[in-house]
């Protein structure tokens, strides 16, 4: 994937001159502080965490996104494939070690593709880290202003840094919950009840094995409130992973698949624009913005909004 020309030593997936606002209207939004020439690359962005769409299990990995042509098998299960070794590991320390027993389950249940990435957000993070962070910005939201809770510092760890790997940076996007209606919440709150039934099924809550029926009521709280959290805030925030198609005949023939999506931490604070002055595509399922346009120094970036995108 490409190369940032510099490093930002807030945003560490950003170039040097990329910097976080705040507007009481808008709320976060990234800006450059230089001119910017067109086919400039801004960000280069991991996801914090993503997922396959079910029809794309037998054909790519499950944890790059990559098409395989000799696919692995997980060493439990027959669903989940990987193009490599490496991506089998990884996939297995991070989520797929809770989630393998389960994956009937977790498929079959239709939950969609913003459900099925909260899920594997919680699978990923692990109670333990996702207790920690929860408590750790429920601490610094309690604070006034001046102690540091500005809004524009919202998902900056304690180092002063925003860093997409970090979960804090996910926890903090914009969930819309006073927009909402009591339909639209009361319809999320029962699907993150029906998740959370799920997840007590798996290893997630014990670390390999005690009796489920012995989960704390304070632990489903605090995961049932994060699952309501990112049911909420992935609608708005989420980012679909797409592949390009390019027949051997006609490139003009060619055609974009979505094959799943992603959480990222920073691409998210890109609003959204029938107008846009930047570009994504992906690198596997790294994120890549470039500008389309030049910029101007204290220029917004803007994104194609979903109604516009073909």
Request: hydrophobic letters at 35%; charged letters at 25%; one cysteine or more.
């Given at each position: 994937?490409?190369?940032?020309?510099?490093?930002?030593?807030?945003?560490?997936?950003?170039?040097?001159?990329?910097?976080?606002?705040?507007?009481?209207?808008k709320?976060?939004?990234?800006?450059?502080t230089?001119?910017?020439?067109?086919?400039?690359?801004?960000?280069?962005?991991?996801?914090?965490?993503?997922?396959?769409?079910?029809e794309?299990?037998?054909?790519?990995?499950q944890?790059?996104?990559?098409?395989?042509?000799?696919?692995?098998?997980?060493?439990?299960?027959?669903?989940?494939?990987?193009?490599?070794?490496?991506?089998?590991?990884?996939?297995?320390?991070?989520?797929?070690?809770?989630?393998?027993?389960q994956?009937?389950?977790?498929v079959?249940?239709?939950?969609?593709?913003?459900?099925?990435l909260?899920?594997?957000?919680?699978?990923?993070?692990?109670?333990?880290?996702?207790?920690?962070?929860?408590n750790?910005?429920?601490?610094?939201?309690?604070?006034?202003?001046?102690?540091?809770?500005?809004?524009?510092?919202?998902?900056?760890?304690?180092?002063?840094?925003?860093?997409?790997?970090?979960?804090?940076?996910?926890?903090?996007?914009?969930?819309?919950?006073?927009?909402?209606?009591?339909?639209?919440?009361?319809?999320?709150?029962?699907?993150?009840?029906?998740?959370?039934?799920?997840?007590?099924?798996?290893?997630?809550?014990?670390?390999?094995?005690?009796?489920?029926r012995?989960?704390?009521?304070?632990?489903?709280?605090?995961?049932g409130?994060?699952?309501?959290?990112?049911?909420?805030?992935?609608?708005?925030?989420?980012?679909?992973?797409?592949?390009?198609?390019?027949?051997?005949?006609?490139?003009?023939?060619?055609?974009?698949?979505?094959?799943?999506?992603?959480?990222?931490?920073?691409?998210?604070?890109l609003?959204?624009?029938?107008?846009p002055?930047?570009?994504?595509?992906?690198?596997?399922?790294?994120?890549v913005?470039?500008?389309?346009?030049?910029?101007?120094?204290?220029?917004?970036?803007?994104?194609?909004?979903?109604?516009?995108?073909?």
């Amino acid at each position: 994937s490409p190369i940032l020309p510099s490093k930002n030593p807030q945003i560490p997936c950003a170039r040097s001159d990329v910097k976080l606002s705040y507007h009481p209207e808008k709320g976060r939004y990234l800006t450059v502080t230089n001119d910017v020439k067109p086919g400039e690359v801004l960000l280069v962005e991991k996801p914090y965490s993503s997922i396959l769409l079910p029809e794309y299990y037998s054909s790519h990995c499950q944890t790059c996104a990559q098409r395989i042509a000799a696919p692995m098998p997980c060493w439990c299960c027959s669903k989940a494939r990987f193009c490599s070794d490496d991506c089998r590991v990884e996939a297995w320390e991070s989520f797929h070690k809770i989630e393998c027993q389960q994956l009937d389950l977790i498929v079959g249940a239709n939950l969609g593709k913003n459900a099925m990435l909260a899920f594997r957000i919680l699978t990923s993070s692990g109670k333990i880290y996702l207790e920690y962070v929860v408590n750790k910005v429920k601490d610094e939201l309690a604070k006034p202003e001046t102690e540091g809770n500005a809004p524009e510092r919202l998902g900056f760890n304690e180092d002063g840094v925003y860093d997409s790997s970090d979960y804090r940076t996910v926890y903090t996007l914009v969930p819309n919950t006073k927009q909402r209606g009591v339909g639209d919440l009361f319809k999320r709150g029962l699907m993150a009840a029906f998740m959370l039934k799920m997840l007590e099924l798996t290893p997630f809550f014990f670390n390999g094995g005690s009796d489920p029926r012995n989960v704390k009521l304070q632990d489903k709280i605090l995961v049932g409130g994060i699952l309501l959290t990112h049911l909420q805030n992935l609608p708005c925030n989420a980012h679909e992973v797409a592949e390009v198609e390019i027949p051997a005949t006609s490139v003009k023939d060619s055609s974009q698949s979505e094959i799943g999506a992603s959480a990222y931490g920073t691409l998210s604070l890109l609003n959204h624009s029938c107008d846009p002055n930047v570009v994504r595509n992906y690198f596997s399922n790294h994120a890549v913005v470039k500008t389309i346009r030049s910029l101007k120094a204290r220029s917004e970036e803007r994104r194609v909004g979903k109604e516009c995108r073909s």
